[in-house]
């Protein structure tokens, strides 16, 4: 069989862990140090594109959306989400993780078609949290692909964003009516509450990390009430 090999590693912000990427023939994989497992794996990833595509399709028919994406991690969301939107859509992506930018722009970036190449699409190199903090009906939909979702893993800080101040925040920042989408590993009653008691009226639904098997994720998709 093909040995993994290490390609680059990261300090995490604000955490004593490290992300990883490796490579074994065609496929890519992002760890974190001291967790079993993938974070990602470029063969499993048709969740993400239903986080993007479940947002996506709710405004693609406003004139000019604009779009926010927590996270950048291998690129498929930020991929799926241009491929549903018009052409004079605008995605503004916020990764933490300088490296992670560097690795899309290049080993990684054939994984998803180069999405960072389009011309609507843009990188801050900067956390989530400050951006929403920062800005006031500006985004259409807020994809929020952080982390392993409400059970925060890689960076115990990013449990604000599924909190109830940081879903204000993420109401704030989005326009009358915007959605917020969230990706999460598992279900989680208590954030759907969260989301209710937030001002947002939310589904969650369940998507696969391959179309029709693998591990079974969850896509909740909020409207601003």
Partial sequence: MTPWVRLGSSGIPHSKDELQLWQRGEEFSIRVTGHDGDLMNSRMHYSEDRLAQLACNEIAD?????????????????RAALDALPTRAAVTVAELV???????????????????RDPRANVIVDDIAKVL??????F????????NGPDALTLRANSW?????????????????GVLAVWSVAPDA??????ERSGFDSRAVT???????GARHVVWVARRR
């Fill in 133 to 138: 903090r920062s800005h006031k009906a500006e």
């Fill in 62 to 78: 406003r004139p000019l959306p604009k779009v926010l994406i927590g996270g950048l991690g291998m690129g498929f969301t930020l």
């Fill in 190 to 195: 208590s954030f759907t509450a969260r989301l």
């Fill in 161 to 177: 964003l599924y909190s109830l101040e940081g879903l204000a925040a993420a109401k704030v920042s989005l326009r009358p009516h």
């Fill in 98 to 116: 300088p490296a992670v930018v560097e690795w899309n722009t290049g080993v990684l970036g054939a994984c998803a078609g180069h999405p960072l």
């Fill in 140 to 147: 259409d939909a807020i994809l929020l692909d952080v982390d």
């Fill in 207 to 213: 998507v696969r990390a391959r179309p029709g098997k």
